[in-house]
């Protein structure tokens, strides 16, 4: 079974700074999507950014990136010129290509701070 | 505006009374699921739906049902709800099972 880890219970950032969230998963599958969310403390959960496996490209959206190496099992999220707002319990998730319905499997979240 | 549509937003109940939390897509999702946030577990899946009266049990089914009588609606059904069943519910939607899934604003459910 896929399981992904988030080793970073919190982490905290000033304002400006550039912080890097770490997650890990374990998998036999060659083809999958891998997704960062973030959860605000409104609860509600937010697409930040997602990756396919096959692109060996890291993706990119404005202040997001991801560090993704397929080899170590490895997809960090990179927040750059951090702002008050991403202040937010963020979680990294897994979805399997192979298999038609497979829920998101997701991590136990890393909650981010940011102080000004 | 796209969105799923969770209903109500907190609920607090007693230990077996009957309860349904709806959920509606307008996005014409095919992929529907549940899953519930727990403290120190992240999410996880109740059930899932890949379509109209197609529904499977994910990794957490005991406790509850679910019915997809229409392609937008996806209700969560707790037949006897019991303490253990005190969580954050979210609903969640997908164009298929390979997309992006928008999640519900969640439902904050004390079973007391």
């Known amino acids: 079974a896929q399981t992904v880890t988030q080793s970073q219970p919190e982490m905290s950032v000033q304002e400006a700074e550039t912080v890097t969230l770490s997650c890990t998963y374990d998998?036999?599958?060659?083809?999958?999507?891998l997704f960062w969310y973030k959860q605000p403390p409104s609860r509600q959960m937010i697409l930040v950014i997602r990756q396919e496996a096959y692109k060996q490209q890291n993706a990119t959206e404005n202040r997001f990136s991801v560090n993704f190496q397929k080899a170590a099992k490895s997809f960090s999220l990179k927040i750059s010129d951090s702002q008050l707002g991403d202040a937010a319990m963020y979680f990294c998730a897994y979805r399997s290509a192979d298999q038609a319905g497979t829920a998101l499997i997701f991590g136990k979240g890393t909650t981010l701070s940011v102080s000004s | 505006e796209a969105q799923v549509t969770q209903n109500p937003r907190y609920l607090i109940t007693v230990t077996g009374k009957k309860l349904t939390v709806t959920c509606s897509q307008n996005m014409n999702h095919e992929y529907m699921s549940w899953y519930r946030q727990d403290p120190g577990l992240g999410l996880r899946q109740i059930y899932y739906?890949?379509?109209?009266?197609?529904?499977d049990k994910g990794d957490v089914p005991e406790g509850y049902k679910v019915s997809r009588k229409e392609k937008r609606n996806f209700p969560l059904i707790l037949e006897s709800p019991s303490p253990n069943q005190t969580s954050l519910y979210f609903c969640?939607?997908?164009?298929?099972?390979?997309?992006?899934?928008?999640f519900g604003n969640g439902t904050r459910l004390t079973v007391t």
């Open positions: 969640a939607s997908s164009f298929d099972s390979n997309s992006p899934l928008h």
């Open positions: 739906s890949m379509n109209v009266e197609v529904t």
């Open positions: 998998t036999s599958e060659s083809d999958y999507y």
